[in-house]
Structures are given as C-alpha cells and as structure tokens.
C-alpha cells in the first residue's frame, strides 16, 4: 500500500557556522509555563557565565565533585542543565526538559527528571501524550548500538519526518490534548568544500495532524 505524502509546510531556513555554541543543540521543557520561563532565564545566565569566566562552560557533577570541561556542544548543555536543575532540588522547577543537538560525529538525545538527574537516549519525549507516544516512537527507531544501550538511529531527516509525522497523527486522535499541528525543528551539519568549519542548517516544518 502506497504511502500519502505528508503534508508538510516550510516556513523557514536559518543557517549558522559551527562554533561550539547554542547554534546545534536546542532544550524543550514542558510543565508550569512560570517555572519554563525561569528555567530558561537561569540558563542563559548560567551559560553566558560560564562563556565569560572559562571560555566553554566547566561542570562540576553534584554526586561526586569533580569538574570537567566539556568538549562537545550538546553534552556541555545537558551537563549544565542538569547541574542547574540539581540545585534547585529543594525547591524544584516543575519542568521536564529534553535536549537535543548535533556534535561532530552525530546527534545526540537526553532527557530529564525535575531534578537534574538525565541520561542519553536514541528517542526521548516529553508531555502531554508521553506514555502513548513513546513506544511507538522506540519501535519507528530502532537502535543501532552495539552495547544495547539505545542511543543512536539511523536515518535520513526526510525519513524522520515522516515517522514522527505518523507516530503524533496516531497519538492526537486518541488525546486530544496533543494538539492540531506538528511544528518540526530540523537540524542538519554539512561540510563546506572551501573550508574545513561546519554549516548548520536548521529547517522549521510544519505539519497538519487532524483534518477539520
């Protein structure tokens, strides 16, 4: 049986020059929409502190005390973002956080508790229509780790597009809440033939889930 196309709408095209900054990686948070908003304004000051006093962010792990400087984009905003969830652990922001972006060798997943504690992942998700959403998503992408621990996919973006494009049309006919439309952030790193410095392009895809 032939497949329907999806019917999807570019509305934009950002491109950006790799250089170690937010330009790859991108944090969603759902929850109380006050405590998201604060988050974010924590981390922008976390992070421009960190750009301004060691050159790239240093982390210091809550559990053992150790710091390190982290040498990948992604990974440095997943480490700061849990260290700042951490210390609000008395008095927690009620979010819940994924981020995602792309390194040098690949894209990268993690997702997060209210608390900072997060862990890498081939697929993550986050709110309204989580526990429906989730399994259809880890069966659309199958891990290619060797170790069993899933944390890359393969696949080209179109194919991607297409996956969650079914994975959330099934789950907004059975919850509501989920929403009307799909707004789709792409990111994809290309090599420039000139130079030896990546080109980020970023695509914003819109996409109809229910027909009115």
């Known amino acids: 049986k032939e497949q329907k196309p999806v019917p999807a709408i570019v509305t ?4 950006t020059t790799s250089n170690h900054n937010l330009n790859n990686v991108m944090i969603g948070s759902v929850g109380c929409q006050t405590d998201c908003l604060q988050l974010q304004r924590d981390f922008r000051e976390e992070w421009n502190a960190a750009q301004y006093f060691f050159g790239q962010p240093q982390v210091t792990s809550p559990s053992f005390g150790t710091t390190t400087k982290m040498t990948t984009s992604t990974h440095r905003v997943a480490a700061l973002l849990s260290h700042l969830l951490y210390n609000r652990r008395a008095f927690p922001y009620y979010c819940f956080c994924v981020v995602s972006g792309i390194d040098s060798d690949c894209g990268k997943a993690f997702v997060y508790d209210a608390i900072g504690s997060y862990e890498q992942v081939a697929v993550g998700t986050a709110g309204t229509g989580k526990e429906l959403l989730q399994p259809i998503l880890d069966r659309a992408f199958l891990s290619t780790s060797k170790s069993g621990i899933a ?11 297409v996956k969650l494009y079914q994975a959330y049309r099934a789950v907004s006919e059975r919850q509501i809440e989920v929403g009307d439309k799909l ?6 790193k290309h090599k420039k033939a000139t130079t030896s410095r990546n ?3 970023t695509r914003v895809v819109v996409v109809p889930l229910k027909e009115h």
Do not use: N, R
């Open 199 to 201: 080109t980020t392009t």
């Open 12 to 15: 934009k095209t950002l491109s």
């Open 151 to 161: 944390q890359v996919v393969e696949g080209t973006a179109d194919e991607a597009i």
């Open 183 to 188: 707004v789709l952030y792409v990111t994809e």
